[in-house]
């Protein structure tokens, strides 16, 4: 339960922070390209690596804080960053033929389910 916790306290603090550059960008940028989204994303991927490199390297933390930190703050921040280490971990595998197809699947089949979201809600 402990560690349900851990993962809920670091994905609120991560949405929030999600929300609130979401409104910091947009007060100052009005163009049509998301840069919110693209700017949140990259630095949730920046952020992540730093985390597992420095988790990998210091046995000091417990597991607790990899959850708070890395799976739930990275997670509430953006998702898209847990998707690219795990890209990367697939590219540091040899398995460069698999991580295409998750990059491709994903961003196909996740368009076209938002897409078919919306058409179901309009039935």
Excluded: D
Aim: aromatic share 14%; proline share 1%; charged share 5%.
């Amino acid at each position: 339960m402990k560690e349900v916790l851990m993962v809920g306290l670091g994905g609120a603090a991560g949405s929030i922070l999600r929300y609130l550059s979401t409104q910091f960008v947009q007060k100052y940028y009005n163009g049509h390209f998301p840069l919110a989204t693209f700017t949140i994303n990259v630095i949730g991927c920046l952020l992540i690596g730093v985390l597992i490199g420095y988790f990998s390297k210091t046995q000091l933390l417990q597991n607790e804080w990899k959850l708070l930190l890395i799976t739930g703050f990275c997670g509430g921040y953006t998702t898209f960053s847990a998707f690219a280490s795990e890209n990367l971990n697939l590219i540091n595998n040899n398995q460069i033929g698999l991580a295409l197809f998750y990059i491709a699947l994903s961003v196909f089949l996740g368009i076209g389910a938002v897409w078919l979201g919306l058409l179901l809600s309009r039935a």
